[in-house]
């Protein structure tokens, strides 16, 4: 089994910053795919950001250039940094990994983005 633990999620005007973690423990594969995902209200999930063990990350298109995100293989963590934030952005943020075909979801955390 694996457990996602989020944190760093919170209110921000917008254009400001916000870094989430997730960190990983359990059973974790040295190959696997870490990621986030949003869900905002009234909308389905939506893809922000994924990077693989060997590092190579991509981005859903209304966040690149404006996110980045990254990992700490050693520790199982990766972390979302959200730059130039808007209204558009609040969500509740999942953590995600995918290993062997299986995902596995934290419990989300919250951003709002408002003045």
């Known amino acids: 089994q694996v457990q996602l633990v989020e944190s760093g999620g919170g209110l921000v005007q917008p254009g400001g910053s916000l870094r989430l973690s997730c960190a990983a423990s359990?059973?974790?594969?040295?190959?696997?795919?870490m990621g986030w995902y949003r869900q905002a209200p009234g909308k389905q999930r939506e893809l922000v950001a994924a990077?693989?063990?060997?590092?190579?990350?991509n981005y859903g298109a209304s966040v690149q250039g404006r996110f980045t995100i990254s990992r700490d293989s050693a520790k199982n963590t990766v972390y979302l940094q959200m730059n130039r934030l808007k209204p558009e952005d609040t969500a509740v943020y999942y953590c995600n990994i995918l290993q062997f075909g299986r995902n596995y979801w934290g419990q989300g955390t919250q951003v709002s983005v408002s003045l």
């Open positions: 990077i693989t063990s060997a590092g190579s990350a």
């Open positions: 359990g059973t974790i594969f040295n190959f696997n795919v």
